[in-house]
């Protein structure tokens, strides 16, 4: 399961939904940047770090080496999940190779963050717009290599000491090179609480590129969960305007240790609209009263860190772009329902340059595509209620015709479609994708 978009496309819904079908749900990649919310009855989860099959009892939930994990803030959505009555046990294993965020991150996050403002000279301006939880930095170290700790290293205290020794020193340096004010960092304090994080977690950190190997050997079934999305992916996303891992299917073979090979159907997740957060290019932005009217049907703001999203209107030539890259085989479409009560709507299919000329390919470089607008098709709305869709054939005609628009461009079926955030509210489509050739 891969986002199509900039992330927030209802991935964590699509998986829960799908979680009975699999035996073991793997989290590839990103860290406590992400967020993935699951309504289940009355019931809403945000989750961080933890697959959304976490929900779903019987299964084993992975949180591949791909990913980086800041221990505390596990620790807390474990306890938080034990408070509303889900099992966390042996159910939830974490790479050893997986790497740790720690405080020093999220500072020189934040710093790095407020220089580019600074040097920008515009309140707002110049930032990536990163959530400062630390996810760049922590994968900064891991290419450095000699700055960086891994989940195996908690488990060893005089392991952890001594790189901490080595760390501490260099990373002062570099918040001071960035003005940041911070406290001094000590070497044994931070061992002492880390260590104790890790004994925490001592019963779930294990091999998990054995683990996962082990239970395709024995006939189970996996289901990889993507965290953030390919338009943000660090290689084939919006250039420098992404996060820091590969968070297309590309990175699964990476963050998991399974080779692309042994990966069959590919779901993309795409919203019927368009949203991202932070700056960078979004060329079907609404900066008016129908991007605000969006945002609030669709409660566009973000799970990890409650702000407004950017919206828009669906952008096909992203999305095209995406299927092509994830090698995606299905589209499941989430949040139609939001689009009910607009008399029409538009799809971009085509960009406009500068220059007046228009092309339909996407382009992941933020710079290249300034000054880009789109290319619109108009297609009718509908006013009826979504809801209590349970079939696409419940669908009103003009939002059976919108789904199979999407199908013709992009070139895929759409065959699961979400009208509604419970699980009930997702239903398989009668895709007519076969018929429209």
């Keep these: 399961m891969v986002g199509l978009q900039w992330g927030d496309e209802g991935k964590g819904k699509i998986v829960d939904l799908l979680t009975s079908r699999y035996d073991c749900i793997v989290r590839y990649n990103g860290g406590a940047n992400a967020g993935h919310t699951v309504q289940v009855g009355t019931e809403r989860y945000a989750l961080h770090l933890i697959p959304s099959g976490i929900l779903s009892p019987g299964k084993i939930n992975i949180v591949g080496n791909g990913v980086v994990v800041d221990p505390e ?48 000279g515009k309140l707002g ?20 290599r000699s700055t960086a700790l891994r989940m195996g290293d908690l488990l060893d205290h005089a392991l952890l000491l001594r790189k901490l020794e080595t760390i501490c020193g260099l990373r002062m340096a570099e918040l001071e090179a960035l003005g940041a004010n911070v406290t001094p960092l000590v070497p044994r304090e931070l061992a002492d609480r880390f260590a104790a994080a890790g004994e925490k977690l001592r019963p779930h950190i294990t091999d998990t590129v054995y683990l996962v190997h082990d239970e395709i050997k024995a006939g ?15 290689d084939h996303g919006t250039f420098p305007y992404v996060t820091s891992s590969n968070c297309s299917t590309l990175g699964i073979p990476a963050g998991s240790g399974v080779p692309g090979r042994m990966i069959g159907k590919v779901y993309g997740i795409m919203k019927a609209y368009s949203t991202r957060v932070g700056g960078g290019p979004f060329v079907t932005e609404l900066l008016d009263e129908t991007g605000e009217r969006i945002r609030k049907r669709g409660r566009e703001y973000g799970t990890t860190t409650g702000r407004p999203r950017r919206c828009g209107w669906l952008d096909l030539v992203a999305v095209k772009y995406s299927v092509m890259v994830c090698g995606a085989d299905a589209i499941a479409c989430t949040l139609l329902d939001v689009l009910s009560g607009f008399d029409e709507l ?8 500068a220059d007046g000329t228009v092309t339909d390919r996407f382009i992941p470089d933020a710079e290249r595509m300034h000054g880009f607008t789109p ?13 209590d869709c349970t079939d696409r ?8 015709s919108y789904l199979a628009f999407v199908e013709k461009f992009v070139g895929i079926p759409v065959e699961l479609v979400s009208v509604g955030p419970e699980r009930t509210q997702t239903f398989e489509s009668n895709a007519r994708f076969a018929s429209m050739a």
């Design 73 to 120: 803030k596990l620790l807390d959505e474990v306890d938080g999940l034990r408070k509303r009555g889900v099992a966390v046990g042996s159910n939830l294993r974490i790479s050893d190779r997986a790497h740790v965020v720690m405080p020093y991150h999220k500072e020189q996050d934040a710093a790095l963050e407020e220089l580019l403002e600074r040097k920008s």
């Design 125 to 144: 301006a110049g930032q990536i717009g990163t959530t400062r939880r630390g996810i760049g930095p922590a994968y900064s170290d891991k290419v450095r």
């Design 220 to 234: 189970r079934s996996v289901l990889f969960e993507g965290a953030n999305a390919c338009l943000l992916d660090i």
């Design 346 to 353: 538009k799809i971009c299919v085509g960009y406009r340059r």
């Design 375 to 387: 290319v619109y098709e108009t297609l009718p709305g509908w006013q009826r209620e979504l809801t």
């Design 393 to 400: 054939d419940d669908l009103p005609r003009e939002a059976q």
